[in-house]
């Protein structure tokens, strides 16, 4: 009760405090946009997938040991309430650049001594270390990630490995709940002591990638798109970039404009392709649809260094007097000449 009042002061700051926006700031996104947005940055980025599923794979096995914890106080160690409540779980942080690894034998190594020990003291001194492993995992796991997404995207970032950390273990504690139940408490714990253990081999597929803080930083300042005076954008808008490759480097822009795709999704993109003429390999096109006009100015500020690298690559392997950008706005049916008025 103590600690769900100490909200009270910080939720009392969140309703009266009032942000400051420039005055040409774009719109603020409705809520549903700006879940979409996350999504397709997640999605679009390799990094953060390995992290999330890297994750996902740990906390569903790692469950076991806080969801089966009061039944090895009631049922192995014969502990009432306040034995269970005496049980210390470690927070110490150690070495920020300790191994994923090591966390995850370390909890494989307390969740099979849970398993088989019978002393209440043994125990205690597994959970003990088994606390400095979980601090240790998750001090990893999350330094990794926020250091992965760049200022715009860091909270909605964050909810979604959230919810791949709270989900997992809901899932992981119903799952392990119901082999406990069938088969008995032993097996659960040996059954997640197995998953702990095996679960770095995960490392050999998705591999941990760091990306340079300093590169997730705004690339600056980009040219607004030109729209005429008598156009009000509605619907999804498709952005066309003709390319001229130098000669003889055809393929290198393919390849480059490749290296594109990721980052013009993850900055709003909802689809993606890249075109070369056929009688003319080295005349390219590439083409990104984006769900709004406003979404569009959105994408111009989100770009980062590190996207702009990208960008700048696939302009050293063009003519000077290319790209050549066009916005395509979709046509509403109340424009179309002669198309049935809508209904009121």
Not at 172 to 183: D, K, P, T, V, Y
Request: proline share 6%; charged share 15%.
């Amino acid at each position: 009760m103590v600690n769900a009042a100490s909200f009270a002061a910080v939720l009392a700051v969140l309703m009266t405090w009032h942000s400051t926006r420039a005055a040409d700031a774009l719109p603020r996104e409705h809520v549903g946009e700006a879940i979409r947005a996350g999504g397709r940055y997640i999605a679009a980025s390799p990094v953060l997938r390995v992290i999330l599923a890297r994750a996902g794979l740990f906390i569903v096995f790692a469950s076991a040991i806080w969801a089966l914890l009061p039944l090895i106080a009631q049922s192995t160690l014969h502990l009432g309430a306040g034995g269970y409540g005496l049980l210390p779980r470690l927070r110490a942080r150690l070495s920020p650049d300790a191994l994923l690894t090591a966390g995850s034998i370390g909890l494989a190594v307390v969740t099979l001594l849970l398993a088989y020990a019978h002393v209440t003291a043994v125990a205690a001194v597994a959970l003990v270390f088994g606390g400095a492993c979980w601090v240790l995992v998750l001090s990893v796991l999350n330094s990794m990630y926020q250091l992965s997404l760049p200022g715009w995207i860091k909270a909605r970032g964050m909810s979604f490995y959230l919810m791949v950390f709270q989900g997992g273990g809901a899932v992981g504690s119903a799952i392990m709940g119901l082999i406990a139940e069938r088969a008995g408490l032993s097996v659960a714990l040996t059954i997640a002591a197995a998953g702990l253990a095996l679960s770095p081999l995960a490392g050999l597929v998705w591999r941990f990638r760091s990306i340079p803080p300093e590169t997730l930083l705004p690339a600056g300042d980009w040219p607004a798109p030109v729209l005429a005076p008598d156009q009000t954008p509605e619907g999804p808008v498709l952005v066309g970039i003709q390319y001229r490759a130098r000669p003889g480097l055809e393929d290198q822009l393919m390849t480059a404009l490749q290296q594109t795709k990721d980052g013009r999704r993850r900055t709003g993109a909802i689809s993606w392709r890249a075109w070369h003429d056929a009688s003319d390999p080295g005349r390219v096109l590439e083409e990104f649809v984006v769900a709004s006009w406003d979404d569009h100015l959105r994408q111009h500020e989100r770009v980062t260094k590190r996207e702009q690298a990208h960008l700048e690559r696939v302009r050293e392997l063009t003519d000077p007097d290319h790209p050549v950008v066009t916005h395509w706005l979709a046509v509403s049916s109340r424009k179309v000449p002669g198309s049935p008025a809508k209904p009121t």
